[in-house]
């Protein structure tokens, strides 16, 4: 995606990237003990092949000397269990995850690389180059809405 800002962009970013933060994951946290302590799900309908469902897995400090920062896909999303539609619930722990956690939960550096990857996934603008954007349209989007610019 090119980057000039427009309305239809801003509104995309805005919808996917409500206040700065990806609108379409889950967010695990399988606690100190383990190397790949965070594991992402990036789920909702981007441009993937038949099946596929990316994931990410990191540690606290996914770039750092004894960092691990992992993705890859599989047919089916990684944390769903049978009879389940969305993985389970924030605050509850899932059997091979860990305990299910919210964005702004993961340090700094986990985060960034979420917004890249997410980027990367809904073909965005690379969060390097607009690390404002998401929110600035946001803003000016939820604005025109309460202005009545918009309906729906």
């Not at 427009?6 to 990806?22: M, T």
């Not at 993985?87 to 899932?94: A, K």
Request: with cysteine; glycine share 12%; net charge negative.
């Amino acid at each position: 995606m090119n980057n000039v800002p427009n309305k239809h962009r801003a509104e995309r970013v805005a919808g996917l990237l409500p206040d700065g933060k990806p609108k379409w994951i889950r967010v695990y946290d399988h606690g100190d003990d383990w190397v790949g302590r965070y594991t992402v799900i990036y789920s909702g309908n981007y441009s993937k092949p038949e099946g596929q469902h990316w994931w990410g897995k990191m540690s606290a400090d996914p770039h750092g000397d004894n960092g691990i920062c992992d993705s890859g896909s599989q047919l089916g999303p990684l944390d769903i269990q049978l009879g389940r539609w969305a993985g389970v619930s924030i605050g509850r722990t899932h059997s091979g995850l860990g305990k299910r956690i919210i964005f702004e939960d993961l340090p700094a550096a986990c985060q960034q690389v979420v917004l890249s990857d997410y980027a990367y996934l809904w073909n965005l603008p690379d969060p390097k180059w607009d690390e404002t954007l998401a929110r600035v349209a946001a803003a000016e989007f939820n604005e025109e809405c309460n202005l009545g610019m918009h309906n729906g």
